[in-house]
């Protein structure tokens, strides 16, 4: 349930005491991830793996993939050319990124599908969603595999001040305030508290995140 007024004053207090994350993020822009097919392989890659990994594949993509692969069409052919199985989505994930992680192969199947059947076929198109869509209305249960998380991350992506419900940020709220909250009262509280204190919620989820994890520079 929401918290009372006293249990937001003390989230006010944790989040304005959290030390801003060693590199500030971008906000209410996307010029960070002007792209839309990167925005879309990100979405399914950019999920419980080392940052490390992440930056890898996607340089791999950018170095090796980028000229044949460019929008959605390019997407749905080089998917196309590998069955739809556990072997098949391994050697497109090597084609792609350069690593063994099909079941995100599995994932990018299912969000391209649900990029075509709404029409987000464009980093303009993705871009107008990401500031008026909801995410019981028009996400959840539509791209299998993928969660909330993955949905307030790209909208992050793309320039929307908002946080993402993690393991991180509810450990976070759970320490403070002494329970749980459902995710989409997470994302209202934190977003809400980061405004109270003067923080965009974006930075102050960087910030979460990255003191959660062990401090500076560990995001």
């Known amino acids: ?4 007024e006293a249990e937001r004053s003390v989230l006010d207090a944790a989040c304005g005491s959290v030390p801003p994350p060693d590199v500030a993020p971008v906000v209410g822009s996307d010029s960070s991830y002007p792209d839309y097919v990167t925005n879309l392989l990100l979405t399914v890659l950019d999920l419980q793996l080392d940052n490390v990994i992440v930056n890898n594949a996607i340089t791999y993509y950018w170095k090796q ?3 044949e692969v460019r929008d959605l069409a390019g997407l749905e052919q080089v998917l196309a050319r590998f069955p739809d199985d ?3 989505n391994r050697l497109a994930a090597l084609f792609l990124w350069n690593y063994r992680y099909g079941n995100r192969i599995g994932w990018l199947r299912n969000l391209v599908a649900w990029c ?18 909801d995410f019981r209305r028009d996400f959840e249960g539509r791209a299998r595999g993928l969660g909330i998380a993955a949905f307030c ?7 929307v001040d908002t946080v993402k419900p993690d393991s991180w940020l509810h450990g976070f709220v759970r320490r403070v305030v002494g329970h749980d909250l459902s995710d989409l009262e997470l ?6 508290a980061a405004h109270r204190v003067g923080r965009t919620a974006r930075e102050l989820d ?5 003191h959660e994890r062990g401090g500076p520079g560990s995001i």
């Open 153 to 159: 991350w790209l909208r992050m992506r793309l320039g």
């Open 187 to 192: 994302i209202d509280e934190l977003t809400a």
């Open 206 to 210: 960087a910030g979460i995140w990255e």
């Open 86 to 88: 556990e072997d098949g």
């Open 116 to 133: 075509r059947s709404d029409g987000l076929t464009d980093q303009a198109s993705l871009f107008a969603w990401a500031y008026t869509c």
């Open 65 to 67: 993939r980028w000229d």
């Open 1 to 4: 349930m929401p918290l009372t």
